[in-house]
């Protein structure tokens, strides 16, 4: 599949409440919102934007924190809680004079999707999950023995992992690397061109700070993301795709699931890992148009 690189495609920004939001849009008809996770940005859907526009009004933002999206004050962590993030998507939808979307969410946007589907119900025709993640994770991801492989997120706590990470650009390329490979099925994940896409992205003034506080507001030992609201069981329609082969969100938590929702399919995808929209970018367009028609 032939790369489009970021400045192949249209960019937008809008002023939300408290924070300008960058993002991306192509296409016509229904609106498709797709949300990315850490690391990334919104051009880890690029594979899947141009086929998806063929029938939805995609619409791919930056979450606050990365990207081409503001950074608010980084020192303070209230600002990069998921509660907010997700409270973005609403606005973001309100500024664009959408009533309801298609809602897909990955990584830390799958809790986004998640905290989404409570609070705003009736913003959403239907949502898809990529390797869902629910309030029972928490215990299972910081707890022995998978605290192995979630070391990162204690890492991104401490005052040096910035400095470190952005050290130079070699520094950030061998950091990143580590998890594009790590999480995917077969490494390597990207090519050297896609690799430096990514580099650039996390070499802009703040965005790996951005990136991390994400873990110091959400994910350090005594963070709570999760409310009363997001504990409930929700009856919207949810696809749900979990790469058989994603280290950090095993598939082998699919019995968390039925905790919270009572009308989703659940689809294990082998040959995959953690990234399915760049590994498997044909299954993602299928099953999204199928289960969104």
């Not at 990207?67 to 609403?90: C, F, N, T």
């Not at 992205?201 to 963070?223: D, I």
Request: negative net charge; hydrophobic residues 40%; proline residues 6%.
């Amino acid at each position: 599949m032939t790369i489009r690189r970021p400045e192949h495609f249209t960019h937008h920004e809008v002023q939300l409440s408290d924070v300008k939001i960058h993002y991306v849009r192509e296409g016509a008809g229904p609106t498709l919102l797709l949300l990315h996770g850490w690391p990334g940005f919104w051009w880890e859907w690029s594979k899947v934007i141009g086929p998806l526009s063929e029938r939805f009004d995609v619409i791919v933002p930056d979450l606050r924190g990365f990207g081409d999206s503001e950074k608010p004050d980084l020192s303070d962590l209230a600002q990069y809680s998921l509660e907010r993030v997700a409270d973005d998507q609403a606005e973001l939808l309100n500024a664009l004079g959408i009533d309801q979307a298609y809602v897909v969410g990955h990584d830390y946007s799958a809790i986004v999707v998640h905290k989404f589907i409570r609070k705003y119900p009736d913003r959403v025709v239907k949502a898809a999950i990529f390797d869902p993640i629910t309030p029972d994770f928490g215990p299972f991801y910081l707890g022995f023995p998978h605290i192995a492989e979630s070391w990162y997120s204690q890492f991104h706590q401490t005052d040096m992992s910035v400095e470190l990470v952005t050290s130079s650009r070699e520094a950030c390329r061998i950091y990143f690397k580590h998890f594009f490979d790590h999480w995917s099925y077969h490494a390597p994940l990207l090519t050297q061109d896609e690799l430096d896409i990514y580099v650039d992205n996390c070499m802009k003034p703040n965005n790996v700070h951005g990136g991390f506080n994400y873990y110091r507001s959400n994910l350090s030992v005594t963070s709570d993301p999760w409310t009363d609201l997001d504990r409930t069981v929700s009856d919207l329609p949810v696809t749900m795709l979990w790469g058989v082969g994603d280290p950090v969100v095993p598939s082998s938590l699919v019995h968390q699931v039925p905790n919270y929702y009572s009308n989703y399919t659940m689809e294990l995808i082998q040959d995959a890992g953690h990234f399915m929209m760049v590994e498997k970018p044909e299954v993602v367009i299928d099953r999204l148009k199928a289960g969104f028609r």
